[in-house]
């Protein structure tokens, strides 16, 4: 099983250049034991669009990268969130790190979602995640231009 970020990332720019985009895609969702849901959204924040999984993941990424729907903000969150994060002063890591008040924390749904509009994509939450759940998109740029040059 791809087991980080980086790992999904050789993968998806070795497919691109082997043209088996769409197989290898679907290959990384079906392995067993995979979390199709965060995976997706791995997948989909490399490729610096926002599409949710469903049975036609592949085809709603095609069809979002084909429109260029380059979304924002740059931080994306990509799993929820564990309901032991919080911090001694009764914030979470992210929440607690981020001088921009950008946070916005839903402790009943172990949700997070950031601000675009106060957000400065400083990354410091995603330094203070102890669980890894939120993802700078910027660095996959290189990618999302590849990709949106292609019609794939
Ligand atoms: S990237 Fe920086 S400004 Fe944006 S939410 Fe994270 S800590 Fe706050
Ligand atoms: S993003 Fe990370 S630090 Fe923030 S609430 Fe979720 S698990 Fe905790």
Redesign the pocket.
């Known amino acids: 099983m791809l087991s980080n970020y980086h790992e999904i990332f050789k993968t998806v720019i070795k497919a691109y250049y082997e043209d088996n985009f769409e197989e290898k895609l679907q290959q990384i969702l079906d392995e067993p034991g995979i979390d199709k849901i965060k995976t997706s959204r791995i997948i989909a924040s490399l490729c610096g669009v926002s599409v949710e999984y469903s049975d036609n993941f592949v085809n709603d990424l095609k069809r979002a990268l084909k429109n260029n729907d380059i979304t924002s903000p740059i931080i994306n969150?990509i799993a929820d969130?564990?309901i032991e994060?919080i911090e001694t002063q009764g914030k979470?890591?992210?929440?607690a790190t981020c001088s921009f008040d950008a946070?916005l924390?839903d402790k009943t749904n172990h949700l997070?979602t950031i601000n675009e509009t106060k957000c400065i994509s400083c990354g410091f939450?995603i330094e203070?995640?102890?669980?890894k759940?939120?993802m700078d998109r910027s660095e996959f740029i290189p990618l999302i231009k590849h990709l949106n040059k292609r019609s794939c």
Do not use: Y
């Open positions: 969150r969130c564990p994060c979470t890591f992210c929440e946070i924390v997070v939450c203070a995640c102890p669980n759940v939120l």
